[in-house]
């Protein structure tokens, strides 16, 4: 594993969706300065069971009187994607698919446009998002965010930077992570299709996080509806 860089020494603005990546992430930063976490909600299917999740991962260690209050934005994508867009309907691709599949275009353009407006209101200049090693969307690089962080700099003339800590870590890292920071890692949702605060079993991003779990050689404690696809064919 990558070493982490220490925890940002001035106020940071974490965009934590509730997903495992996030909400680590979110532990790690509020280990240093102040801590905002933001959640932008676009109007996917998923996003009432993460809203849900965060809240109690908020409410509890070890973030729980660490962090600052929940900031919740409104930024509907609704109206750019197709009526039978799989994310808006709540059907993700099929388990073994790769995470191409799953892009949502201009979805970190529109976040961190989002939250910058939010933290230059407050005299935030860092932004925090959780893309992992691996990633292989266009909105995910280096590149896209040093060159973000410029545009948003220009066009709010305030300084703004856009850092990705986890970039060199793949999710058994963050898992791992979590765990040695105290992070209930079960109480996370990373999951297209969740139901009742369980996680389907059965979408790519349930894959990605059994296998991690795997890799990682802690015990997955999350609960899922339906077991491995592959556990059925064998």
Not at 123 to 132: D, E, K, Q, R
Request: proline content about 10%; some cysteine; glycine content about 10%.
């Amino acid at each position: 594993m990558s070493a982490l860089p220490d925890p940002p020494c001035t106020d940071t603005c974490v965009l934590c969706s509730g997903g495992l990546d996030s909400v680590v992430l979110l532990a790690w930063a509020a280990g240093g300065a102040p801590v905002h976490p933001v959640y932008v909600r676009a109007g996917l299917a998923w996003e009432p069971q993460e809203l849900l999740a965060l809240g109690q991962i908020l409410d509890a260690p070890p973030l729980a009187g660490r962090v600052r209050p929940l900031t919740l934005l409104d930024l509907d994508v609704r109206d750019l994607y197709p009526p039978g867009h799989w994310a808006v309907r709540g059907q993700p691709p099929a388990y073994d698919t790769p995470d191409e599949d799953v892009f949502l275009p201009g979805r970190n353009v529109l976040l961190l446009a989002k939250a910058a407006v939010l933290a230059i209101s407050r005299g935030v200049g860092t932004l925090a998002i959780g893309p992992l090693a691996g990633n292989p969307f266009p909105d995910a690089t280096p590149e896209f965010f040093d060159a973000m962080g410029r545009a948003l700099s220009l066009g709010l003339a305030h300084g703004v930077q856009v850092v990705a800590p986890f970039a060199m870590l793949h999710k058994a890292d963050v898992i791992r992570v979590g765990a040695a920071l105290g992070v209930p890692l079960e109480r996370t949702l990373s999951c297209m299709n969740p139901r009742d605060g369980m996680h389907c079993g059965l979408c790519s991003k349930c894959r990605e996080r059994r296998d991690a779990f795997a890799e990682a050689g802690i015990e997955d404690r999350t609960r899922y509806r339906s077991p491995s696809p592959r556990t059925s064919r064998s």
